[in-house]
């Protein structure tokens, strides 16, 4: 069995207290993270290689940052897209074992009336872009990582009361769908269609777990080829009520390739 999680850690620094026992508990073969908040020459990659992983990753203090742990070396590494350098605390890739995988951390975009919120817009039109020039979804091809869209009204606690969020916001939901649509299949939904499960949970709001109040911002899309091989996808809570934890939690897919 082959497993692709991932998991907005939400400052590697400040998780590895939950990041590498939950690896060394689960042994996923590939690892995406996002929002590490780390410059690279102070990324914990002793941490991961102590374990048996190898990792990859690209951050600046204190904001974005993304990176891969795998057990198999990831081969052909990449950041940002191909003629922008300036995201690539955002986007990562690399093929591992035969999968072209590829690690996302979409901006969350502030306001609806905010700049913040066009740049992300525009940003999911240059992903679509990139996507466009350099994926083939004939191949196994695994794009994971922190969406900041809640693509569906399963997937918030309110979809109502949060039709104006940026991370809910019919616009933000059409930039991301019309990826999705290019053919990706969206393995957690594959497995679920009808069920509200959730990878985030506000630190600011009190109980929001015991009280089901959740988002599912984080995914894991595949290509059909890929998608065919998925035996199950599912949502790890336990790590977001360890101590001092993310504010959002694992999503993994299993395989059988």
């Not at 998608?227 to 336990?238: G, L, M, S």
């Amino acid at each position: 069995m082959f497993k692709i999680a991932t998991f907005n850690v939400n400052s590697i620094r400040s998780r590895l207290h939950i990041v590498i026992p939950w690896l060394e508990k689960n042994r996923p073969d590939v690892l995406c993270m996002q929002e590490t908040k780390v410059e690279n020459r102070r990324f914990p990659e002793s941490n991961f290689h102590r374990i048996g992983y190898h990792v990859v990753f690209s951050g600046s203090k204190g904001r974005n940052g993304v990176a891969i742990a795998s057990i198999e070396e990831p081969k052909n590494v990449s950041f940002g897209f191909d003629s922008e350098p300036r995201d690539e605390d955002r986007l990562i890739r690399a093929e591992i074992a035969g999968i072209d995988v590829i690690n996302t951390y979409v901006p969350q975009g502030f306001r609806i009336d905010s700049d913040k919120y066009q740049y992300k817009l525009e940003w999911l039109k240059r992903l679509k872009n990139y996507f466009e020039k350099t994926v083939d979804l004939t191949n196994y091809v695994a794009w994971c990582g922190d969406m900041n869209v809640a693509s569906q009204p399963i997937d918030v606690h309110s979809p109502e009361r949060l039709k104006n969020h940026v991370c809910f916001h019919e616009d933000a939901r059409k930039a991301y769908k019309k990826i999705v649509d290019m053919g990706f299949v969206d393995l957690l939904r594959k497995f679920h269609p009808g069920e509200k499960i959730y990878t985030f949970y506000d630190y600011r709001v009190r109980g929001a777990i015991e009280r089901g109040l959740g988002w599912r911002v984080d995914a894991i899309n595949a290509s059909p080829p890929l998608a065919e091989k998925c035996i199950d996808c599912y949502v790890d809570i336990q790590p977001r009520l360890t101590e001092k934890p993310s504010d959002h939690t694992p999503l993994i897919a299993e395989f059988n390739l």
